[in-house]
């Protein structure tokens, strides 16, 4: 069975500092790694996946996240935190191959305070 | 672009009736997936169709019931609703096993028991 984990329930950051929110993960074979943002009352809104390739990738709003297969964690990261960047951030997972469920973490609510 | 539509936007029951909630995933995709988000809790997989076919089944109760129809859009069909049903419900959907490909979500249906 795959499964997320996001040991932080919360994160606090100081705005312009840079931010971390970890995530873990658990999947037979090679992973689909995603991020998602959520706003109170709102959807879940994609930030960046990584499928293969650079273990670096780039997604919206500045926010990166770094795979690495031997620690199985796939950190997202920002340079330089905003107010606005505020939410819950779901780190997610599915396995290769057709139709694989997403299965997400417990997500962690990221506070940038001014 | 076109993404993932949910109908209704919010839906208000009592206890015992029934809910109907309808995903319009975005054009071309295959593959349709539910969630359910309780307050404060990280979505929850219910259930998952491909191709009009059920392809995964999470923790779904019986009292629910999903089908995925021949235009691809899908239905999560909610009978002697609880209390305890109250939560955002999201649909995503996507196409089986494209390489680039991930799960787009809608906005959800916040559905209340009262």
């Known amino acids: 069975a795959q499964s997320v984990a996001q040991p932080e329930d919360q994160v606090k950051v100081a705005e312009g500092n840079p931010l971390t929110v970890k995530c873990t993960y658990s999947?037979?074979?090679?992973?689909?790694l995603f991020w998602y943002v959520q706003y109170p009352n709102r959807g879940l809104q994609f930030l960046l996946k990584?499928?293969?390739?650079?273990?670096l990738v780039k997604g919206s709003y500045g926010f990166e996240a770094e795979f690495n297969k031997s620690q199985t964690s796939f950190h997202l990261k920002k340079p330089s935190a905003l107010v606005s960047d505020s939410a819950l951030y779901f780190c997610?997972?599915?396995?290769?191959?057709?139709?694989?469920?997403?299965?997400f973490g417990t997500g962690t609510k990221l506070q940038v305070i001014p | 672009a076109a993404g993932v539509i949910q109908s209704p936007r919010h839906l208000i029951k009592e206890k015992r009736e029934t809910a109907t909630l309808k995903c319009y995933p975005i054009?071309?995709?295959?593959?349709v997936y539910w969630y359910q988000q309780g307050p404060g809790q990280d979505p929850q997989f219910l259930i998952s169709?491909?191709?009009?076919?059920?392809?995964d089944k999470g923790s779904i109760p019986d009292r629910f019931s999903a089908q995925q129809f021949s235009d691809y859009h899908s239905e999560l069909n909610m009978s002697s609703l609880e209390l305890g049903d109250s939560a955002l419900y999201f649909c995503?959907?996507?196409?089986?096993?494209?390489?680039?490909?991930?799960?787009?979500f809608g906005q959800g249906t916040r559905l209340t028991v009262v």
């Open positions: 995503a959907s996507s196409f089986k096993d494209r390489l680039n490909t991930e799960a787009f």
């Open positions: 999947v037979s074979g090679n992973p689909y």
């Open positions: 990584y499928i293969t390739g650079d273990n």
């Open positions: 997610a997972v599915r396995a290769s191959g057709g139709y694989q469920k997403v299965t």
């Open positions: 054009p071309r995709h295959d593959t």
């Open positions: 169709f491909y191709e009009k076919m059920q392809s």
